[in-house]
C-alpha cells in the first residue's frame, strides 16, 4: 500500500512540475497559429488591393473591398519590446480570452501609428506566458515596435508610473498626440496597482 501511495505522490510530483512547462509550450502553439491566421488575412487584403488597383473599370475613387482588421476578433499585431525580450501577439479586446494568449488592445483607444493613445493591456504573471512580466525594467528611451496592418510603429518610453486599478485617466488622450500605453499589474504576483509604461512614436 506505501509503494502505491509513493507511486501516486511522485506522479503527482511530476505532473505538477510539468504543467506550466506544457502549458507554455500550449499558448506558445494557439499564439503562433493566430498569428498566422492573421498574416494570412493580411496577404489576402493586399491580394484584394492588388486587383483593384489593376481593374481599370474601377472608380478610382471607390475604396478596394478587404478585411478591415481593426474589427478581426483575435489578432490584430504584434508587440516587440527587445529590452525585456518580449514577442507577444496584440488581440482586439483586454478581456479574460485576449490576455490568455497574448497582450490586448484595450477597446476604444487608437490603433496602433494613429493618433490619439494607443493602450495595451498584458498579465506580468500568468502562469503559462510571461506576458509583461519584466515591464518594470523599461526606461526613459528604450524601443516598443508594434505591428499593425502589415506595417511597423516604433514608440520611445518616456515614462513609467503606478496608479490605482480605478484611475483610467491613463486611457485618455487627444488626437494632438500620438502615443502607447501599456498596462499591467503592480506589484507582480498582486492585483493592487497597475504600471504604466508611456512612450511617443517616433516620427
Do not use: W
Not at 481593426?70 to 496584440?90: A, F, M, T
Not at 516598443?144 to 516604433?154: A, D, L, P, R, T
Amino acid at each position: 500500500m506505501r509503494k502505491i501511495v509513493s507511486i501516486i505522490l511522485i506522479v503527482v510530483g511530476i505532473c505538477i512540475c510539468i504543467t506550466p512547462f506544457v502549458g507554455r509550450l500550449y499558448v506558445k502553439y494557439e499564439q503562433d497559429k493566430m498569428y498566422a491566421k492573421y498574416l494570412e488575412q493580411l496577404e489576402k487584403q493586399n491580394e484584394q488591393m492588388d486587383s483593384a488597383f489593376n481593374d481599370q473599370t474601377q472608380d478610382a475613387k471607390e475604396e478596394p473591398k478587404g478585411f478591415d482588421l481593426s474589427k478581426v476578433k483575435g489578432v490584430i499585431g504584434l508587440v516587440e519590446i527587445p529590452k525585456i525580450d518580449c514577442v507577444q501577439v496584440l488581440i482586439e479586446g483586454s478581456d479574460g480570452y485576449s490576455l490568455l494568449y497574448g497582450v490586448g488592445h484595450v477597446i476604444g483607444t487608437a490603433f496602433p501609428g494613429e493618433a490619439g493613445n494607443v493602450a495595451i493591456a498584458g498579465h506580468r504573471n500568468g502562469t503559462f506566458g510571461t506576458y509583461f512580466s519584466r515591464i518594470d525594467e523599461l526606461q526613459k528611451g528604450d524601443e516598443i515596435n508594434c505591428e499593425y496592418k502589415g506595417q511597423s510603429y516604433v514608440y520611445k518610453v518616456t515614462e513609467t508610473f503606478i496608479v490605482e486599478p480605478t484611475d483610467v485617466s491613463v486611457l485618455e488622450g487627444n488626437r494632438n498626440q500620438h502615443i502607447l500605453t501599456l498596462i499591467s499589474c503592480h506589484p507582480r504576483g498582486k492585483m493592487t496597482h497597475r504600471i504604466i509604461v508611456r512612450a511617443k512614436l517616433e516620427q
